[in-house]
């Protein structure tokens, strides 16, 4: 059993920077990969940036060089700085946790909502 709880601003503006912050409580161990989706009016779900266990990350192409996940296994918490925001990047951001082969599972946040706008 695993929950995320998502947490950060909701309002920044065309250039700006803010932080996600994703907590895990549960069975943490189980966790291998850490993501942040997210998804805007009128599209799908996508993935921005995901993390293993061992600190490995991918990007989007659209966060890459912008956007930084990071994750503090001892804290149990997943960051996603994302700097030089544009409109864009509005959408409702999801934290995902994925379980590893030996407890093969999906965990979702209940979704955070950014909006960049003057």
């Known amino acids: 059993q695993v929950q995320l709880v998502e947490s950060g601003v909701d309002l920044v503006q065309p250039g700006g920077s803010l932080r996600l912050s994703c907590a895990a409580s549960?069975?943490?161990?189980?966790?291998?990969?850490m993501g942040w989706y997210r998804q805007a009016p009128g599209k799908q779900r996508e993935l921005v940036a995901g993390i293993t266990s061992g600190g490995n990350t991918n990007y989007a192409e659209s966060a890459n060089g912008r956007f930084t996940i990071s994750r503090d296994n001892t804290k149990n918490t997943m960051t996603l700085q994302m700097n030089i925001l544009k409109p864009e990047d509005t959408a409702v951001y999801y934290c995902?946790?994925?379980?590893?082969?030996?407890?093969?599972?999906?965990?979702w946040g209940q979704g955070t909502q950014v909006t960049v706008s003057s």
């Open positions: 995902n946790a994925e379980g590893a082969a030996w407890a093969p599972s999906s965990y």
């Open positions: 549960g069975n943490i161990f189980s966790i291998y990969l």
